[in-house]
């Protein structure tokens, strides 16, 4: 079976511009989670999503936003890029709706802001 | 949701037996506790999770008090290869994972 992928691997974009994540999750996982890692915070959610319905959301500005579709793929989107939005995000996916069971976490995509 | 603390990080070498204790005191009667790893430049991997007593598969052991005011993480003839940061994580089936500091984890030859 599959694991969980993320495209692009690798991501260079410059303050004010725009950038939008995807994760396709394990195949039946219906739960869709989002991380945000830096070396100075560590590892934050940022949002979960299940059958396309945002479940829970973490403490970080509307400039970071996601959605869900119908196949449980899901996207991320961060506008108006700042310098510090530089990191490695993170998806990952579980079977179950609720969020505290076993996540199986994909890649991640390394985003740089210059 | 619990807090949990950690050790920042621990030694070891390889073949001993590592016990990385984590304190949640606040941890409530529906929480679980969780425990993943996590490699540079990767995302977390779950290793155990457990509600109370002993948990055992086959990588790891959870040691849970009977108080569950703590947990302890046991990874038996550690190698290289499992040099990274651990992370423990308290909450029920309701919760998003909240990760904190985690311990890392060095193993040396």
């Known amino acids: 079976k599959a694991g969980v992928t993320q495209t692009p691997r690798y991501l260079i974009k410059t303050r004010g511009q725009q950038v939008t994540l995807s994760c396709s999750p394990i195949?039946?996982?219906?739960?869709v989670s989002w991380y945000q890692q830096t070396p100075g915070q560590g590892l934050q959610f940022l949002f979960e999503?299940?059958?396309?319905?945002?479940?829970n959301k973490g403490n970080f500005p509307g400039r970071f936003s996601g959605r869900q579709f119908s196949n449980s793929r899901s996207e991320m989107n961060v506008s108006t890029l700042e310098l510090g939005d530089s990191a490695l995000y993170l998806c990952?996916?579980?079977?179950?709706?609720?969020?505290?069971?076993?996540?199986?976490f994909g890649p991640g995509t390394r985003l740089t802001v210059t | 949701l619990a807090k949990t603390t950690q050790p920042i990080s621990m030694d070891s070498y390889e073949g001993q037996e590592v016990n990385i204790t984590c304190s949640h005191n606040?941890?409530?009667?529906?929480?679980?506790i969780t425990w993943y790893q996590q490699f540079p430049s990767q995302g977390p991997r779950f290793i155990i999770q457990?509600?109370?007593t002993k948990v055992t598969n086959e990588v790891a052991s959870l040691f849970i008090p009977a108080d569950r005011k703590s947990s302890t993480l046991s990874l038996p003839r550690v190698s290289l290869s499992d040099t990274a940061v651990y992370y423990c994580?308290?909450?029920?089936?309701?919760?998003?994972?909240?990760f904190g500091t985690g311990t890392r984890l060095q193993v040396f030859p």
């Open positions: 999503y299940f059958s396309e319905t945002q479940r």
């Open positions: 994580l308290v909450g029920d089936n309701t919760d998003k994972l909240i």
């Open positions: 990952a996916s579980s079977l179950v709706e609720t969020g505290f069971d076993e996540q199986y």
């Open positions: 606040n941890i409530a009667t529906n929480d679980y």
């Open positions: 457990g509600y109370k």
């Open positions: 195949s039946g996982h219906r739960s």
